[in-house]
Each structure stands twice: as C-alpha cells, then as structure tokens.
C-alpha cells in the first residue's frame, strides 16, 4: 500500500514537475481551480493526514478552523497553496509526501487515528491518500489533455469505492440499500475480475475498473462509462457513488452536454 501511494504521487510529480507558469495557472475540470490548486489541495491534505498521525492537538484545530467555514476551508487551503510561485509550491508538495510517507510507514499499524470523519488506520490513511492524489491526478491529466496508462494500483480506489456505497447514500438523505452488491470490475489490464460483495448478489455492478474508479471519484459522467448495474439499487447507486468525504458536488456533465 506504502509503495503504491508513493508510485501514485511520483507518476503526477512526472506530470507536473516540468510545468511552466502558464501551465500552472491551466484550467481544470473542477471550476475555478487551476493545476496549481489541484497540487495545492493535495499538499494541504496530505499535511493534514501527517499532524493526524503525529499531533493530534494539532489536528484538532484543523478541525476546529474547518468547522468554522465547512463549505468553503477546501477551496481556502488550495487558494492559499496556488498563490505560492510554482516552484515553491511544488517544493513543497514534494517534502509533504516523503514527510506523510516516513510517517504512515512508522505508525502503528492498529492505531486508528483522527480525521475528518470517522478514525482510520494507517492502511485507510494510505488508501485514502492515493484515492485522491489519483482523482485530482486526473483533474490534472484532463487539464493537459493527457491519457494516463491505469494501473492495479486502482484496485485500492475501486475497494473504497465499494466500501463507500452505504456514505455515498448517506450524504444523500437516501436510505442504504438491503444487502450487499455485487460488484465484478476487469482489471486495467484485462487479465483478471477484482470481485467483491456476495457471487449470488441479485443487485450487481459490472465494467472496467478505470470506469468504476472514474464514477466514484466523480471524474466522468454515468453516461460515459461502460459500466452495467443489475436491480434497482444498484442503477440507483451508478447516480450516486463516491468515494471521497464531504458532499458530492456536480460531478462531471456527460460530453454530450460539454
């Protein structure tokens, strides 16, 4: 896990360490931030996720200046971050994650530790990182008009992705759905099925697992994928999965209506 999360961070650090100025200050698909605000976003967090393992004191009154400005500390921490010189900023990206990378290999591995929402591990703490890092990866990726090759280490994003059913509702006022899903994704490379939930589910998911990994970050439209839901519930659930914390935001239009 410790490993994949740093291949994730180093495969964005080779998109954006050659930047110029002007490519910085580039337009993403999340409006009003540039790459410079996906980078900075991600250097925020990944300080956070560090003082949640090393000081909690400290991540508490990060917590408590988010409680003050709950719709808007997001967009703050990266508008602070994108206003440093691109150099500075990447600088300083890059010591966040080989400090938050020390850290997660130290900690212990059956300690849950704070967050924003419900304490996690360090194997949480991991997962949740490179989930990120890959979605605003794309946000980056998208803005340069790149195609990044995916790679197993989506497995991780796809896992909380499933995981996450039940919150994505939640967030929603929804109810959760009875029972477990199904969920069959074929790997990035087409060499095998990442299966979860019960084989005789009534209620399935099925697709590639770059599109499942797309939908529940929320960086491609429903519309856009080929991906299949089986029952009810689980065509409910294409509407809404996330895999991240927080509320779910507009999401992507289809590219018919781009």
Known sequence: MFADLGAEGAELDQLVGGLTAADWARATPAPGWTIAHQIAHLHWTDRAALLSLTDADAFGALVEEALKAPDSFVDEGAEEGAALAPAELLARWRAGRAALGAALAQASPDVRFPWYGPPMKVASTAGARLMETWAHGQDVADALGVRRVPTARL?????????????????????????????????????????????????????????????????????????????PDADRWLDTAQAFAGPAGPGRAPRDAQ
């Open 155 to 231: 497995r991780h994003v796809a896992r909380i992705g499933v995981r996450a059913r039940d919150y994505a509702h939640a967030v929603r006022g929804l109810p959760s759905p009875v029972g477990e899903f199904r969920v069959e994704l074929t790997a990035p490379d087409g060499a095998g099925v990442w299966a979860y939930g019960p084989p005789g589910a009534e209620q399935r998911v099925s697709g590639p697992a770059l599109d499942f990994c797309l939908l529940v970050t929320r960086r491609a439209h429903r519309a856009d994928l080929a991906l299949t839901a089986t029952g």
